[in-house]
């Protein structure tokens, strides 16, 4: 069918499910053109349309097909038909996924652009340096909880190199953490009969980890081990990529309420746009939102039966002190896009203020410096720091110390239902504003 997005008359036909199937055509003949665009597809791959059988279109011409298709979202959005909630929700999470994508395909096409408007296109928030001071006070906390002597950055180093997991034991304490997780994530919600991930060990990666979604309820989940070899990373990854995080949202897009098969965008997940920070911040948060406090000595019990061993409490403090620095490497981005700042700079930026060796700063540069991923990063910062005020309120804060009873419906609702940042962001302060029952 044509994805051609011209003015239709009036009629019953032009419907919110109608612009969809047109948004999903779009992003994947875009994808020839933007490869990683299309960053899984839940379901199978059988009633997936090949772009190779359509007539080649410029980012020009795609990115005014993008354009008309946002405008058609406006005008279905202004019908009384479409007044029910849940579809009005659909076309603004439908437009805001068109307006990144229109803006990543005029980007190829040569039209001026900036990085903070690209990601203000691209994610639906905008974004700001950190604040120093509070990564003084990170590191102040740091400074009292790590054990041993010398600098900040060598005990950190320390640290991580007394916790660090052989990698001849990396693939068992994988399966041992996905096992367990699994288990405590269905408990929460039901998985679906043959789901199942599997686990490869890599090296040279530009990322820690990645989940390729296979279609049919199958993921194969990649882990740099070069990076990702701590036994509280390993945790936060299998959470992440698996239990309760990307591999079982991608399920719930077939199997959910609101699967794809009657909602065709939920089935399509795409790189550098609105979605992706939703989907990362949930990821990001996942390992909390499932376990709650003390999910370092759980996870703790979880790797000794494998034979790997850990201090679950403090790597639970270690983390908690840790999220403030979140941001350096959003201010990375910015040093490096906006700014025009020398690559050593924002090297010896990232090892101050992360306390990360000489290799791990280098990593993280090429992730920055990566045409794919150069974006990317805002999408776990702002992405995790906004579901995290989601989760937690309207306690308020910065969401320290999640309750699963709590949580975990929040998180299957981002995960069932269409949201924006902006809608979200509306949502976490409706909730900020409530008093609890007296």
């Given amino acids: ?23 999903v055509a779009l992003a994947l003949r875009s994808e020839n053109l933007l490869p990683g665009l299309v960053d899984a597809q ?14 080649p279109r410029g980012p020009a011409e795609l990115a005014d097909q993008a354009s008309r298709l946002r405008t058609r979202a406006g005008e279905l959005a202004e019908r009384p038909a479409e007044a029910e909630p849940l579809s009005r929700r659909r076309l603004d999470m439908l437009g805001r996924q068109l307006v990144a994508l229109e803006h990543a395909l005029r980007r190829l096409a040569g039209e001026p652009t900036n ?32 054990p041993g002597r010398g600098s900040l950055a060598e005990r950190m180093a320390a ?41 490869e060990v890599a090296t040279d990666r530009p990322w820690g980890g990645f989940n390729h979604y296979l279609g049919a309820l199958q993921s194969r989940v990649v882990v740099n081990g070069e990076v990702t070899n701590q036994g509280a990373a390993l945790a936060q990854l299998v959470a992440h990529e698996a239990y309760p995080g990307h591999h079982t949202e991608r399920c719930r897009a077939v199997t959910g309420p609101h699967g794809a098969r009657r909602y065709p965008e939920r089935g399509l997940y795409l790189t550098n746009t609105p979605q992706s920070l939703i989907c990362e911040g949930m990821a990001d948060v996942a390992l909390r939102a499932v376990l ?9 019990s979880v790797l000794a039966e494998v034979g790997v061993r850990m201090d679950g409490e403090l790597a639970e403090w270690v983390e908690l002190a840790s999220r403030v620095l979140r941001p350096v490497r959003q201010d990375a981005a910015l040093l490096l896009h906006s700014l025009d700042t020398d690559p050593e700079q924002v090297r010896a930026y990232l090892r101050r203020w992360l306390l990360v060796d000489e290799h791990r700063a280098r990593h993280i540069l090429r992730f920055l410096r990566h045409p794919r991923w150069r974006a990317y990063t805002t ?17 308020g804060g910065a969401g320290d110390a999640l309750d699963p009873g709590a949580a975990m419906p929040r998180l299957l ?22 008093r609890p029952a007296s």
């Fill in 115 to 146: 990085y903070r408007a690209e990601l203000r296109a691209y994610f639906d928030t905008g974004v700001e340096l950190g604040a120093r001071d509070q990564y003084h006070a990170a590191h102040a906390v740091l400074a009292e909880i790590l």
């Fill in 292 to 300: 709650g406090p003390g999910w370092g000595r759980w996870v703790e």
């Fill in 1 to 23: 069918r044509s994805i051609r997005a011209t003015k239709r008359p009036d009629s019953s036909a032009n419907t919110v499910d109608i612009l969809a199937r047109d948004y």
């Fill in 413 to 434: 609702r981002l995960m069932d239902e269409p949201w924006t940042p902006s809608q979200l962001r509306g949502a976490v302060g409706s909730l900020s504003t409530e």
């Fill in 42 to 55: 839940s379901g199978t791959r059988r009633g997936r349309p090949s772009a190779a059988n359509w007539p």
């Fill in 159 to 199: 640290y991580r190199a007394a916790e660090r997991v052989p990698p001849s034991r990396i693939g068992r304490a994988l399966t041992a953490l996905s096992t367990a997780l699994r288990h405590v994530t269905g408990t929460f919600l039901a998985l679906p009969d043959g789901e199942a991930v599997r686990y």
């Fill in 379 to 395: 999408s776990y910062v702002e992405g995790a720091r906004l579901v995290e005020a989601w989760l937690a309120a309207p306690a």
